[in-house]
Nanobody
């Protein structure tokens, strides 16, 4: 059973930074593509960033140059460094694990809330 636990959310002022973490247990982390999604109130969940098993990254246009996704396979953890935060970045951020590389499924964390306010 794969479990994903996010942490690092909180309240930050516009222009500030946060680093989200997602710790995985179960499955085969190093063979999994990892991603961060976010969902603002009343809106659909959208993709923020992905990182492949080989470390290749992709970002939504809205966060390019400000957010960085990374992974530590030794710790089974994926990170999202968020800099220059804007009010529109406020959302619940969800970690996603794609286990298709080892015949697993798609798994989600419980989410961590990011609030941007001065």
């Amino acid at each position: 059973q794969v479990q994903l636990v996010e942490s690092g959310g909180g309240l930050v002022q516009p222009g500030g930074s946060l680093r989200l973490s997602c710790s995985a247990s179960g499955g085969v982390f190093s063979y999994s593509t990892m991603a961060w999604y976010r969902q603002a109130p009343g809106k659909s969940r959208v993709l923020v960033a992905t990182i492949s098993t080989g470390g290749s990254t992709n970002y939504a246009d809205s966060v390019k140059g400000r957010f960085t996704i990374s992974r530590d396979n030794a710790k089974n953890t994926v990170y999202l460094q968020m800099n220059s935060l804007k009010p529109e970045d406020a959302a619940t951020y969800y970690c996603n694990l794609d286990g298709s590389g080892w015949r697993g499924g798609l798994y989600w964390g419980q989410g961590t809330q990011v609030t941007i306010s001065s």
